[in-house]
């Protein structure tokens, strides 16, 4: 599974923690979809429904990646290689529905404050996730949908993913070459 995958999955389950929903569970299913990248073909759901998308952006190019590698050598030579990577991204959470509002309040709060095992920064952590600051205050709008308005409120959450890969090799094999890259060069 690549970073995207996981950092979907983490989105999905931090905000099942926040609102009391097992992940399982065709209500959460249901009511927390990933955001359609096309335009085409996506699915209205009815304005009296609450419903949130969730839209993972990542940093353009080797932007803001971070690269650390350890190197250890054992006794009997083999040399055990761990590189780790970190990569920052931001999540999009759009509430629609008529507790839009309270939904995306709901979901900051929880997010900048509790840092509990089960809250959406706890379940995040499991994962390799990290929250990079505190996330902006939810923005309130209307949406027009046709000749009818939809109440939207979007909460924006930046984020770090931490990738850990191993390689082990003995003293004949040629080390993997690694360029070491920091957001400051």
Request: hydrophobic letters at 30%; glycine letters at 6%.
């Amino acid at each position: 599974m690549g970073w995207y995958e996981s950092v979907r999955d983490g989105i999905y389950e931090a905000l099942c923690a926040a609102f009391g929903l097992d992940p399982d569970s065709q209500d959460a299913l249901a009511r927390f979809v990933p955001a359609y990248v096309e335009d085409t073909e996506t699915p209205q759901a009815p304005r009296n429904v609450n419903l949130c998308y969730f839209n993972i952006e990542s940093y353009s190019g080797e932007h803001g990646l971070n690269y650390i590698m350890q190197k250890q050598v054992a006794a009997n030579g083999q040399t055990k290689t761990r590189i780790a990577k970190s990569v920052p991204c931001s999540v999009l959470v759009t509430f629609y529905g008529p507790t839009a509002d309270d939904d995306a309040e709901n979901f900051w709060s929880l997010f900048q404050w509790d840092n509990g095992a089960t809250s959406p920064r706890g379940v995040l952590r499991k994962k390799g996730i990290v929250p990079i600051g505190t996330p902006e205050r939810p923005v309130s709008l209307y949406e027009v949908e046709g000749t009818y308005q939809r109440r939207r409120s979007d909460v924006r959450v930046n984020l770090a993913y931490l990738d850990i890969s191993e390689h082990t090799s003995s003293e004949v094999d040629t080390p993997p070459e690694v360029t070491v890259k920091t957001s400051d060069e």
